[in-house]
């Protein structure tokens, strides 16, 4: 409702300091009210079925990268370093703490 959506079953694996471009296709905009019809500006419908526009909406996922602290398994995740040890860069590839 007024522009919020709720997007619950979606999940994202990436391996960390990856950026995601990905785009969601919705019909739900109506572009009688002041705001919408400032975001469509962007030039985002993409076709009308059934007399109903559809709208292609850019999305771009930043995936941060791990931190001082963290380390990085083999798989490619993050993962707190266990109590008394610590890592003092920022890992790049697999390591330990």
């Not at 419908?45 to 109903?52: D, G, L, Q």
């Not at 993962?79 to 890992?91: D, N, R």
Request: with cysteine; net charge positive; aromatic share 10%.
């Amino acid at each position: 409702m007024y522009g919020v959506y709720n997007v619950s079953s979606m999940k994202i694996n990436s391996k960390p300091g990856i950026s995601i471009p990905f785009s969601i296709t919705v019909q739900a905009i109506d572009p009688s009210i002041p705001s919408s019809r400032l975001f469509l500006s962007y030039n985002l419908r993409i076709k009308t079925v059934n007399s109903t526009e559809q709208y292609r909406i850019p999305i771009e996922v930043k995936v941060r990268s791990c931190i001082e602290g963290e380390g990085l398994t083999s798989s490619g995740a993050c993962f707190t370093c266990p109590e008394g040890t610590f890592l003092l860069f920022v890992p790049t590839s697999e390591t330990q703490c």
